[in-house]
């Protein structure tokens, strides 16, 4: 009897312990169902809550020089501070909220408008590099480009693609790669963009940012290398 008994309970330890184990599996199975839906849901959330066009997979900016100031800060001292403090106070209030899409493009501000380094709203019909200026960017890596970048490659045979569409007035970047071994120029045919323009080396690829014209219509583009827009290196931006 004692023996039966004994079997018994051993027998039923098991079960528990099987249906123990199942529970636990059971309960780490819905947690990580959960927490990868709640995942889901706060990434859609993220975008709903983005206003002003601007693109979700922009990074915050960071003014220009505001890391070495600070080194220069701790090896003068005193007298350094104060030109730091100068320094964090000259940055526009614009700026302080401000976002890139490229490291090295124009800042794009909480309400979408690109601006200058200084906070003020580029001009896309200056003279190309000049300070008013959407400015290119220096050589970025192409695999570095987040989504919301208009990857546009050429070379002899053209633009690919040689046809894009934006959304008027709102903020965007464009990224030319020469996939040659020439050097191309990217530039629009309207005077209103005529500070629209990116060059690129052999094989580089630079980015612009500046907002889309606030006028729907078609742009035409073209590579203002001599010669190379009449052999096919032409394309048009859609403004809807
Ligand atoms: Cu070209």
């Known amino acids: 009897m004692d023996n039966t008994n004994k079997q018994m309970g051993g027998s039923k330890k098991k079960i528990f312990v099987i249906l123990g184990l199942v529970i636990i599996v059971a309960i780490i199975v819905v947690a990580a169902v959960m927490s990868s839906k709640n995942g889901g ?3 859609s959330d993220n975008q709903g809550s983005a206003s002003a066009d601007i693109p979700a997979d922009a990074q915050p900016y960071i003014p220009e020089g505001t ?7 701790e090896t003068t001292g005193e007298a350094a ?3 730091g403090m100068e320094d964090e106070m000259a940055v526009p209030d614009v700026l302080k909220e401000a976002v ?3 490291v090295g493009a124009n800042p794009i501000t909480k309400e979408g408008v690109v601006v200058t380094t200084e906070g003020v709203e580029v001009k896309n019909d200056a003279v ?3 300070p008013g200026a959407p400015k290119q960017t220096s050589p970025v890596a192409k695999e570095d480009l987040t989504e919301s970048v208009i990857q546009l490659e050429i070379s002899a045979t053209g633009w690919v693609p040689n046809e894009i569409s934006v959304k008027a007035g ?4 464009l990224a030319i790669t020469a996939t040659d071994d020439f050097t191309h120029v990217l530039m629009f045919d309207d005077s209103s963009l005529s500070a629209v323009a990116v060059g690129v080396s052999p094989h580089e690829t630079r980015a612009i940012t ?3 014209p606030a006028t729907a219509g078609e742009y035409a583009f073209h590579c203002d290398v001599p010669g190379h827009a009449s052999r096919g290196e032409v394309g048009k931006m859609i403004v809807e």
Do not use: G, K
């Open 128 to 130: 190309p590099m000049s």
């Open 67 to 73: 890391i070495d100031e600070t080194a220069t800060d």
């Open 170 to 173: 709102a903020p965007i970047t």
């Open 41 to 43: 849901n706060n990434s």
């Open 210 to 212: 500046f907002n889309a």
């Open 100 to 102: 890139v899409a490229v």
């Open 81 to 83: 501070d104060e030109i």
